[in-house]
């Protein structure tokens, strides 16, 4: 296969995840009529990261977080959309690795793309981090937005949804805003116990007390 087809037919093979419609969106029943697909979720994920480093300037290599957010989710190409609410979300990481290296068999930076993946799902350096903290926190404002139009509600979820232990927990406490179920979800990737407080949990704290910035 020359460089040409193999262009192409990695194209084509992420051109899928433009029709690939998020799961998680699917289990809370959104009531919109289209919903946001994993390439959109992608894209969501890019410009909040140039957003985020372009405000605090952090060490971090924007090049290579943006990599690295365009191409952890591929293995989805394969796998689909796994959540944590899916009974074989444990083996996601396997199922994931292995798609990850069909997907990008072959290719000249085959290398590349694998260890960005890698390096993501480990969280071993601090692009990795970053890259993970801006994927959580992009699907916690998407979240916030629907929640906003009215098209999410903690009602609508799937009985896959109100049986997951934590959500139950929250729902038995009276949590009512259906966005705020992501948030508690994912607080504890934004800031571990005797970490200093950044950028993505003061972002965190502005969608739970504030209305999303009309534009």
């Not at 290579?64 to 190409?77: Q, Y």
Request: one cysteine or more; proline letters at 2%.
């Amino acid at each position: 296969m020359d460089k040409v087809e193999k262009i192409l037919k990695y194209y084509m093979l992420t051109n899928k995840l433009k029709d690939t419609v998020r799961t998680g969106w699917k289990y809370w029943n959104v009531k919109k009529s289209r919903l946001e697909s994993v390439a959109e979720h992608i894209y969501g994920t890019c410009m909040l990261a140039i957003a985020i480093w372009s405000e605090t300037l952090p060490t971090v290599n924007l090049a290579e977080v943006l990599m690295t957010l365009a191409v952890h989710e591929t293995e989805e190409i394969i796998i689909g959309d796994l959540t944590p609410f899916d009974a074989d979300y444990k083996t996601k990481k396997v199922k994931g690795e292995e798609a990850v290296k069909q997907i990008f068999s072959g290719m000249m930076a085959e290398k590349v793309f694998v260890t960005l993946i890698k390096n993501f799902d480990e969280q071993s350096t601090e692009e990795a981090k970053f890259a993970y903290k801006v994927d959580k926190l992009e699907c916690d404002i998407q979240a916030k937005i629907y929640d906003e139009q009215k098209f999410l509600k903690f009602e609508n979820a799937n009985e896959k949804i109100k049986k997951y232990p934590l959500i139950k927990k929250l729902s038995e406490k009276g949590l009512k805003e259906a966005y705020k179920y992501f948030i508690y979800m994912d607080k504890a990737n934004f800031q571990q116990k005797g970490e200093e407080e950044d950028i993505f949990s003061e972002i965190i704290k502005y969608l739970e007390k504030h209305s999303l910035p009309k534009v």
